[in-house]
């Protein structure tokens, strides 16, 4: 059974930095595609940053020049480094992974941008 474990979420004041890790387990495929996805209350959850097997990356406007995303093929983790973080960052934040045509999720973590 695949899953994927979130961790690095918590609080931070405006300008500092988080570190967000998606470790994929249970899947003997290689993983396409690992995005990170966020979520505003009462909002559908949005695309923050993907990336595919070769490295090549995409970002939603708002994060680019601030967020980075990586993976570890051989670790099977993705790594969200989000520095400048502003309070409109606050939100859920999912991992997901592509595996062959399937898309799995992880359980969200809070990331709180407060003074």
């Known amino acids: 059974q695949v899953q994927l474990v979130e961790s690095g979420g918590g609080s931070v004041q405006p300008g500092g930095s988080l570190r967000l890790s998606c470790a994929v387990s249970?899947?003997?495929?290689?993983?396409?595609?690992m995005t990170w996805y966020r979520q505003f209350p009462g909002k559908p959850r949005e695309l923050v940053a993907s990336i595919d097997r070769s490295g090549s990356t995409n970002y939603t406007d708002s994060v680019k020049g601030r967020f980075t995303i990586s993976r570890d093929n051989a670790k099977k983790t993705s790594y969200l480094q989000m520095n400048s973080l502003k309070p409109e960052d606050t939100a859920v934040y999912y991992c997901g992974a592509l595996i062959v045509v399937k898309n799995f999720w992880g359980q969200g973590t809070q990331v709180t941008v407060s003074s």
């Open positions: 249970g899947s003997r495929f290689s993983i396409n595609v």
